[in-house]
C-alpha cells in the first residue's frame, strides 16, 4: 500500500511532536526534583542540643558524618584528671556558632526521626570544623567524610585527642574510662578498690590507705569495686598490709 507525502510528512509532525513532549516532561520531573532538593534546606539560628545535635526553628538535626562525646562522657588528660569533654564540645559547638546562620542539607534521616544534615555557618563545613578541632570523630560506621579532618586533629592532640577518651558509641554501649567507673561507684558509696597485683593476689584498699590513690581499678582484668570490708572479705580478697 502506497502513502503519499503528505500523510508521510503528517506523521513525521506526530513523532516530532511525541519526542518534545517526552523532553519537556524529563525537564519538569528535573526541575521539580531540584526544587525538593532545595526544599530539604534548613536554614537560621542554631541552638546546641549537644556535641553533634543542633536545633533549627524546631527541626533537630544529626550532623552527618561525625559523633561527638555524650553530654555526660568524661575524658582524662595525660595527667590524670578527669573532664566533661561531653559538656565541653558542645560548649565549644555555641561558641563558634553564636547567632550566626547555619545551613544544613539534608543527607538522610535517623531511626530517631532527625535529619541528618551536611552543615555551613559562614560558608565553611560545620561538620568538618567539629572534627578538625579535636570535638568530634568521624563516623566511619556511616561515612568517611572526615577521617583526614580527624588525622589531622589526632596529630595535633587537641580537643578530645589530648588525653584518654573511649569513642562516642562505645560509651553509648556502657564502656567506660577507669576515672568514670572510679566516679560512678563513689557516688554509689562503694569506695573500696579491688585490685589485683603481679602475682595474681586480690588485695582491697581503703580510702586512707597508703597505696590508695596510686590504685587503679581495671574492671577488665577482673579488679573490682567494694561497698565494704565485709563485702571485699566475703569475695575473697584481702586487706592491704599498708
Same mark, same amino acid.
Given at each position: 500500500?502506497?502513502?503519499?507525502?503528505?500523510?508521510?510528512? @503528517?506523521?513525521?509532525?506526530?513523532?516530532?511532536?511525541?519526542?518534545? @513532549?517526552?523532553?519537556?516532561?524529563?525537564?519538569?520531573?528535573?526541575? /521539580? $526534583?531540584? =526544587?525538593?532538593?532545595?526544599?530539604?534546606?534548613?536554614?537560621?539560628? =542554631? !541552638?546546641?542540643?549537644?556535641?553533634?545535635?543542633?536545633?533549627?526553628?524546631?527541626?533537630?538535626?544529626?550532623?552527618?558524618?561525625?559523633? /561527638?562525646?555524650?553530654?555526660?562522657?568524661?575524658?582524662?588528660?595525660?595527667? %590524670?584528671?578527669?573532664?566533661?569533654? %561531653?559538656?565541653?564540645?558542645?560548649?565549644?559547638?555555641?561558641?563558634?556558632?553564636?547567632?550566626? !546562620?547555619?545551613? &544544613?542539607?539534608? @543527607?538522610?534521616?535517623?531511626?530517631? %526521626?532527625?535529619?541528618? %544534615?551536611? &552543615?555551613?555557618?559562614?560558608?565553611?563545613?560545620?561538620?568538618?570544623?567539629?572534627?578538625?578541632?579535636?570535638?568530634?570523630?568521624?563516623?566511619?560506621?556511616? =561515612?568517611?567524610?572526615?577521617?583526614?579532618?580527624?588525622?589531622?586533629? @589526632?596529630? =595535633?592532640?587537641?580537643?578530645?585527642?589530648?588525653?584518654?577518651?573511649?569513642?562516642?558509641?562505645?560509651?553509648?554501649?556502657?564502656?567506660?574510662?577507669?576515672?568514670?567507673?572510679?566516679?560512678?561507684?563513689?557516688?554509689?558509696?562503694?569506695?573500696?578498690?579491688?585490685?589485683?597485683?603481679?602475682?595474681?593476689?586480690?588485695?582491697?584498699?581503703?580510702?586512707?590507705?597508703?597505696?590508695?590513690?596510686?590504685?587503679?581499678?581495671?574492671?577488665?582484668?577482673?579488679?573490682?569495686?567494694?561497698?565494704?570490708?565485709?563485702?571485699?572479705? /566475703?569475695?575473697?580478697?584481702?586487706? $592491704?598490709?599498708?
Amino acid at each position: 500500500m502506497s502513502v503519499d507525502a503528505s500523510e508521510i510528512d @503528517r506523521r513525521r509532525r506526530n513523532v516530532v511532536g511525541l519526542t518534545l @513532549r517526552k523532553w519537556l516532561f524529563v525537564v519538569l520531573q528535573l526541575v /521539580a $526534583s531540584t =526544587a525538593s532538593l532545595a526544599s530539604e534546606a534548613v536554614v537560621g539560628i =542554631a !541552638t546546641v542540643v549537644d556535641g553533634d545535635t543542633i536545633e533549627i526553628h524546631g527541626t533537630r538535626i544529626r550532623l552527618h558524618g561525625v559523633d /561527638a562525646p555524650e553530654s555526660a562522657q568524661l575524658c582524662r588528660r595525660p595527667d %590524670g584528671v578527669s573532664w566533661r569533654c %561531653g559538656q565541653q564540645a558542645a560548649l565549644a559547638l555555641q561558641e563558634h556558632l553564636g547567632r550566626r !546562620t547555619v545551613t &544544613c542539607v539534608r @543527607r538522610d534521616t535517623d531511626r530517631y %526521626g532527625r535529619v541528618v %544534615g551536611q &552543615c555551613t555557618v559562614g560558608g565553611a563545613d560545620l561538620n568538618a570544623w567539629l572534627v578538625a578541632n579535636g570535638w568530634a570523630v568521624a563516623y566511619r560506621r556511616y =561515612a568517611t567524610d572526615y577521617v583526614d579532618e580527624e588525622q589531622e586533629a @589526632r596529630r =595535633a592532640g587537641i580537643g578530645i585527642w589530648s588525653g584518654a577518651f573511649v569513642m562516642p558509641w562505645d560509651w553509648r554501649r556502657g564502656e567506660r574510662l577507669e576515672t568514670e567507673a572510679a566516679a560512678a561507684a563513689s557516688a554509689d558509696g562503694c569506695r573500696i578498690k579491688g585490685n589485683i597485683n603481679r602475682r595474681g593476689e586480690r588485695i582491697y584498699h581503703v580510702p586512707g590507705g597508703r597505696y590508695y590513690d596510686r590504685t587503679r581499678v581495671d574492671e577488665s582484668q577482673g579488679e573490682r569495686w567494694f561497698c565494704s570490708e565485709a563485702e571485699a572479705r /566475703a569475695a575473697g580478697w584481702r586487706r $592491704s598490709l599498708q
